[in-house]
C-alpha cells in the first residue's frame, strides 16, 4: 500500500477531457485506499 | 435502400444580454455579490458588438472557421449583416417578441413599448408571414405587475430596463417554474427560428416534412413526467409543419449526430421522405463562463441563444450522403478517456469502411469557442480533439509525427460555436458541411459528437457517436 494514501478515504473527482473519475478510483483501489465517491464533471 | 442526404441547413443565433442573467451561473452568482451584478451588467454587448462578432458570423455561415483570423476576436469583426442565406442573428426585442408570438399560455407579458419595438422589427422580418404577429398585441400588458406575482420572473432589455413579466405555470409544480419554462420556451423558439429560415430560406414546402427531431437539451415535462418532451412536433407545429409529427433524441451534447442517424435511418427506409433535425438554444449555459471573462476583462461573450436545423430527404444525386455504413458508437465496453472515445468515433467507422484518417478532409468535433472557455480555466476544446485525432493518425501511420500540426491545421478548424454543448457538437459545422461538400472542394466530413452521460448521476459512462458525410456521386 503506497503511504501516501494508507489509511485514506477518497473522493475521486474526474474531468472529462483528461482522466475519468472511474479510472482515478480504479488506481486509488490499486493503491490499497478505499474511494467513498468518484464522479466526472464537464466543464464546457 | 435510398441514400440519406442532408440537403440544407441554417443556423440562428439571438442575441439576448438581458436574459443571460437568468443563465444557470449568473442566476446564482449575481443575487448574493452586488458589485458582481454591476460588473456583469456594464460588461454585456451591444447587438452591433454581436453581430460583428466573427465567431457568431462563422456560426451563421457567413465565413468558414477556418478563415477566422488569428484571436483575439473580440472587436476584431468589422461591422457585418445580421443575416445570411440560412440564417441571423436576431436582436433581444425581437427575440422577446417571437416568445410571446410562440407562447399559447399567457407565460410572456411584454411591457407597452417593448410590444411595439418588437412588433416594428417582427413586422419588417422576413419571415413575417411565418408569425402570428396578432399575438404580440394580446401579450403586452402590466409587464411590472405580472413581474411581480408571486413565482413569475422580470425579464430586461438595455441592461437593466423592465421588459417583460413571465409567469409560472403552477403554483407548486417545480418543472413548469417560471425560470424552467422560460429555458423551454426560449429553446422551441430559436429551434423555431431556424426551421423557419431552413424552409423559407431555401424554398422548400412546408407541408413536404413528415417527421422532426429535436435534439435540443431542454427537459420538457411536468413534476410527474420531467423531461417528457416533446420538442419536436412543438417545433413542427410553431412552424407551421402541418403535416409532420416529430419526437425527441436526448443524449446529452452527443443528441444531434443519433438524430441525424435516426433521421436518416427513417429516410433510407422508406419512413418517410423528409425529416428535419432541430436543436434549440440553450438558456442555462448563458453567462456560464462569465466569471473568466470579468476577471480578464473581456465582455460577457455567452449572450446569445443558438438554434440549428437541417432536412434530411431522399437522394437527389447533388446533396452530401449521409452514409449510415459509416456510423460510430461508443460500445458500452470501449472505456471513457478521451483518446478511446476518439478512437471508436473518429477511426474505427473509417478503418471498417476501408478509409484512413486523410480520406476525410474535415473533421467537425465539438467546436466550441475558446476565447470563451479558456479565460475560465476550461481550455480549448477542439484543440485538444484535434490533437488526439493526429496523434491516433499518427499512430496509425497515416501520418508521420511530424505531420501532426499540419493534420490539425488542415483537417480541423478553431471553435466557433457557443457553450451550448449539442449546438457546438459538430451540428454547427452542418452548414459549412454542405457547402464544402457540394460548392467546395471536400470529399468527406466527419461529424463527431460527444455526450457526458455521468452528469447525470446514473451512470458513470460518456457516449458519442459518429456519422460520415460524403459528396454526392451523382
Known amino acids: 500500500m503506497s503511504p501516501v494514501f494508507d489509511g485514506k478515504l477518497v473522493i475521486a473527482l474526474g474531468e472529462r477531457d483528461g482522466v475519468a473519475g472511474p479510472a482515478i478510483a480504479a488506481c486509488i483501489k490499486a493503491a490499497g485506499s478505499e474511494v467513498v465517491f468518484s464522479a466526472t464533471e464537464c466543464f464546457v | 435502400m435510398s441514400n440519406p442526404v442532408v440537403s440544407h441547413a441554417a ?10 442573467r437568468h443563465g444557470s451561473k449568473p442566476s446564482r452568482e449575481l443575487p448574493r455579490n452586488a458589485e458582481v451584478r454591476e460588473q456583469f451588467l456594464g460588461a454585456l454587448r451591444s447587438f452591433d458588438e454581436a453581430v460583428a462578432y466573427l465567431p457568431h458570423q462563422a456560426y451563421i455561415g457567413a465565413l468558414h472557421p477556418r478563415d477566422l483570423p488569428a484571436r483575439p476576436w473580440i472587436g476584431a469583426g468589422p461591422a457585418a449583416s445580421r443575416f445570411t442565406s440560412g440564417g441571423e442573428i436576431m436582436p433581444e426585442e425581437e427575440f422577446l417578441g417571437l416568445l410571446a408570438c410562440l407562447d399559447q399560455f399567457g407565460l410572456v407579458t411584454l411591457d407597452f413599448d417593448v410590444a411595439e419595438l418588437a412588433a416594428a422589427g417582427l413586422g419588417g422580418h422576413p419571415l413575417a408571414k411565418r408569425l402570428d404577429l396578432d399575438r404580440l398585441a394580446a401579450a403586452s400588458g402590466d409587464a411590472e405587475a405580472v413581474a411581480a406575482e408571486h413565482g413569475s420572473l422580470p425579464l430586461h432589455v438595455e441592461r437593466d430596463r423592465l421588459a417583460a413579466g413571465f409567469r409560472r405555470a403552477h403554483d407548486s409544480d417545480d418543472a413548469l417554474a417560471a425560470a424552467v419554462l422560460l429555458e423551454n420556451l426560449a429553446c422551441k423558439a430559436t429551434g423555431t427560428l431556424a426551421v ?20 435540443s437539451e431542454e427537459a420538457v415535462g411536468d413534476r410527474y413526467q420531467r423531461g417528457g418532451g416533446n420538442m419536436g412536433k412543438t417545433i413542427a407545429e410553431a412552424a407551421g409543419l402541418a403535416q409532420a409529427s416529430g419526437a425527441d433524441v436526448k443524449n446529452f451534447c452527443a443528441a444531434p449526430v443519433p438524430a441525424l442517424v435516426i433521421a436518416g435511418a427513417l429516410v433510407a427506409s422508406g419512413v418517410f421522405r423528409n425529416v428535419v433535425v432541430v436543436g434549440g438554444g440553450s438558456l442555462p449555459k448563458l453567462g456560464m463562463k462569465f466569471q473568466g471573462h470579468l476577471r480578464n476583462g473581456m465582455p460577457v461573450l455567452e449572450d446569445v441563444v443558438g438554434g440549428s436545423a437541417a432536412l434530411v430527404t431522399t437522394d437527389d444525386g447533388v446533396s452530401p450522403v449521409l452514409r449510415l455504413d459509416g456510423v460510430g458508437r461508443h460500445r458500452v465496453e470501449a472505456g471513457s478517456s478521451n483518446p ?23 473533421y467537425a468535433t465539438e467546436l466550441h469557442n475558446p476565447e470563451i472557455t479558456e479565460p475560465q480555466g476550461s481550455g480549448n476544446v477542439p484543440e485538444r480533439n484535434y490533437k488526439t485525432l493526429a496523434a491516433l493518425a499518427a499512430r496509425r501511420g497515416d501520418i508521420g509525427r511530424e505531420g501532426i500540426p499540419q493534420f490539425m491545421a488542415e483537417r480541423g478548424m478553431p471553435g466557433f460555436a457557443p ?6 457538437s459538430a451540428l454547427c459545422y452542418l452548414p459549412h458541411a454542405v457547402r464544402r461538400l457540394t ?4 470529399t468527406r466530413v466527419h461529424m463527431i459528437a460527444k455526450g457526458s452521460l455521468f452528469l447525470g448521476r446514473m451512470t458513470q459512462a460518456s457516449d458519442g457517436m459518429s456519422v460520415l458525410l460524403e459528396r454526392n456521386q451523382g
Open chain 2, 11 to 20: 443556423q440562428v443565433l439571438a442575441h439576448v444580454p438581458g436574459l443571460a
Open chain 2, 196 to 215: 423557419l429560415h431552413l424552409i423559407d430560406d431555401h424554398g422548400i414546402d412546408p407541408d413536404s416534412i413528415d417527421y422532426v427531431i429535436s435534439c
Open chain 2, 340 to 362: 478511446q472515445i476518439m478512437e471508436a468515433l473518429g477511426v474505427q467507422p473509417l478503418e471498417e469502411l476501408g478509409l484512413s484518417m486523410l480520406d476525410v478532409d474535415d
Open chain 2, 419 to 424: 457553450t451550448q454543448g449539442h449546438l457546438a
Open chain 2, 439 to 442: 460548392d467546395g472542394d471536400a
